[in-house]
């Protein structure tokens, strides 16, 4: 099993910045990420892809935030981070962080707790 705990979200006056955090354990002896994303979900909308990191140093991002957020991660800690800069109204909504995770038997995606981020115009 793989517990993602999510922190950093908040309350921020649009252009302002926050930064997301995501860290990754397991109570197995092995465990290898593979990808590592933020998603979010406004109220009565879908849940979306933020942005992607995958483990050859790709990066994915989805328009809307496009020179805006950055999306890293450090290996040694089984962390993924998102800095998100220049937030807008449209912003606000409760992110997520996925973890797609090979434990030597199987390979299965794994959803943080959400952390709300909110941006008062």
């Known amino acids: 099993q793989v517990q993602l705990v999510e922190s950093g979200g908040g309350l921020v006056q649009a252009g302002g910045s926050l930064r997301l955090s995501c860290a990754a354990s397991?109570?197995?002896?092995?465990?290898?990420?593979?990808?590592m994303g933020w998603y979010r979900q406004a109220p009565g909308k879908q849940r979306e892809l933020v942005a992607a990191?995958?483990?050859?140093?790709?990066?994915n991002y989805a328009d809307s935030v496009k020179g805006r957020f950055t999306i890293s991660r450090d290996n040694a800690k089984n962390t993924v981070y998102l800095q998100m800069d220049s937030l807008k109204s449209e912003d606000t909504a409760v992110y997520y962080c996925?973890?797609?995770?090979?434990?030597?038997?199987?390979?299965?995606?794994?959803w943080g707790q959400g952390t709300q981020v909110t941006v008062s115009s």
């Open positions: 397991s109570t197995t002896s092995f465990f290898s990420i593979n990808a």
């Open positions: 990191a995958g483990t050859g140093g790709s990066r």
């Open positions: 996925k973890a797609t995770v090979d434990s030597g038997w199987t390979v299965a995606d794994y």
